[in-house]
Antibody
Framework: QVQLVESGGGLVKPGGSLRLSCAASGFTFSDYYMSWIRQAPGKGLEWVSY????????YYADSVKGRFTISRDNAKNSLYLQMNSLRAEDTAVYYC????????????WGQGTLVTVSS | QSVLTQPPSASGTPGQRVTISCSGS????????VNWYQQLPGTAPKLLIY???QRPSGVPDRFSGSKSGTSASLAISGLQSEDEADYYCATWDDSLNGPVFGGGTKLTVL
């Protein structure tokens, strides 16, 4: 069965860095676009970034552009999000999600990992 | 401020039919298909409706979606207590070059 397991969240000071990972299993990882989507405490969903199946196409939300970097290792069935220059407003649960079809069609989600940016 | 506009709350009694609206613009709903997600308390979102009105395997036919112009709707008939959740619409935005979500609607079953 399809599984997405995020890790790497935690408490970090403003201006700090964190690297999130998402381990995928149960499907051919290299066939799918993948995204990171976040949810601030008590708030709605916000798309952060996506990467094409080969890694050749990448997009970011304006709110994270220049600070976050998405990548993937298809040999390791893993998705990553390098987060630098973190701000308080980046505090959220970060989900990795499989994009089944182009256009915000996320058919599988991980359980999420909490990132807290606070001094 | 979300790109797609949803009412913050909705409610209904068991057995009732409720609808949740989602309003966008020509660069998102007007030119792309709409998906709906259900998020039960403390869990990750789950794909509920895709391509405006298609249900993934396992989703009851009590849930239906529609789209007209720059708006979309999710309808839930035969409301059940387990339907109490947050519901989000989502689509691609051609101007932003990425997916956009509605602010979410909290459904309460009275």
């Amino acid at each position: 069965q399809v599984q997405l397991v995020e890790s790497g969240g935690g408490l970090v000071k403003p201006g700090g860095s964190l690297r999130l990972s998402c381990a995928a299993s149960g499907f051919t990882f290299s066939d799918y676009y993948m995204s990171w989507i976040r949810q601030a405490p008590g708030k709605g969903l916000e798309w952060v970034s996506y990467i094409s199946s080969s890694g050749s196409t990448i997009y970011y939300a304006d709110s994270v552009k220049g600070r976050f970097t998405i990548s993937r290792d298809n040999a390791k069935n893993s998705l990553y999000l390098q987060m630098n220059s973190l701000r308080a407003e980046d505090t959220a649960v970060y989900y990795c999600a499989r994009e089944w079809a182009v256009g915000a069609t996320f058919d599988y989600w991980g359980q999420g990992t909490l990132v807290t940016v606070s001094s | 401020q979300s790109v797609l506009t949803q009412p913050p709350s909705a409610s209904g009694t068991p057995g009732q039919r409720v609808t949740i609206s989602c309003s966008g613009s020509s660069s998102n709903i007007g030119s792309n298909t709409v998906n709906w997600y259900q998020q039960l308390p403390g869990t990750a979102p789950k794909l509920l409706i895709y391509s405006n009105n298609q249900r993934p395997s396992g989703v009851p036919d009590r849930f239906s979606g529609s789209k007209s112009g720059t708006s979309a709707s999710l309808a839930i008939s035969g409301l059940q207590s387990e339907d109490e959740a947050d519901y989000y619409c989502a689509t691609w935005d051609d101007s932003l070059n990425g997916p956009v979500f509605g602010g979410g609607t909290k459904l309460t079953v009275l």
